[in-house]
């Protein structure tokens, strides 16, 4: 289970509505974003990426935008379900490091009511 | 068929010890990783090995060693623990070091340091 007062930003929605996930990453230089899902007790699972040279992105009731002016990512869930509560990571990397280096947002627990 | 596991689950030692923790995958990857996540859910970057060989090594007491004996294994292990050292611990997996490769996470071994 969580900690008691883990201080993580929290997002409380109802099933069925539509949720929207925020975060601001650090590097402008980086080119490419990853959302991660990680549920409790499991490890991050990939969601969604998303290339600098883009700006939207849709999976299945996935949508990821990207605004590199400001640097700010979101995640677009349609129609959230309880199986979507979880705690979600944003991830930024530069490609041309050459090397799979992810740097990790401080993450967003989404809690879905029935 | 589980694609990356960790071995243990749950680890609960005295400060000073000297602990291991092992990763396995079955995925036919060459590159793969251990992170660090803190109470706070922060997820850090701590080792990646490519084909046996370390190309990060981010900043990490040298108390902790991985060590690689093939591509599908990666174990970590840590000398003189400290309450510090109290997270949980992924081992996760990737093909390639490329960025744009997903990498797929173990479920994570829960480290206490009493």
């Known amino acids: 289970g969580e900690s008691v007062g883990l201080h993580l930003p929290t997002l409380s929605v109802q099933e069925g509505d539509n949720s929207i996930i925020n975060c601001a990453y650090s590097n402008s230089a980086s080119d490419y974003f990853i959302w991660y899902k990680q549920e409790s007790g499991k490890g991050p699972q990939f969601i969604i990426d998303i290339r600098s040279n883009m700006d939207k992105r849709q999976g299945q009731r996935v949508t990821v935008l990207l605004n590199k002016t400001v640097k700010h990512l979101s995640l677009q869930i349609a129609a959230t379900q309880p199986g979507d509560s979880a705690v979600y990571f944003c991830?930024?990397?530069?490609?041309?490091?050459?090397?799979?280096?992810?740097?990790f947002g401080k993450g967003t627990m989404l809690l879905v009511s029935p | 068929d589980t694609a990356v596991s960790q071995t243990p689950k749950y680890l609960v030692t005295q400060m000073g010890n000297d602990k291991s923790i092992k990763c396995e995958q079955n995925l036919g990857h060459d590159t793969m990783y251990w992170y660090k996540q803190d109470s706070k859910k922060f997820l850090k970057i701590m080792f990646s090995y490519n084909n046996k060989e370390l190309i990060i090594n981010e900043t990490v007491p040298n108390r902790f060693s991985p060590k690689s004996p093939d591509k599908a294994h990666l174990n970590l292990h840590i000398n003189s623990l400290e309450l510090g050292d109290s997270a949980v611990y992924f081992c996760?997996?990737?093909?390639?070091?490329?960025?744009?490769?997903?990498?797929?996470f173990g479920p994570g071994t829960r480290l206490t340091v009493l």
């Open positions: 991830a930024e990397t530069l490609v041309n490091s050459g090397y799979s280096t992810l740097t």
């Open positions: 996760a997996s990737s093909q390639d070091r490329v960025p744009y490769n997903e990498q797929f």
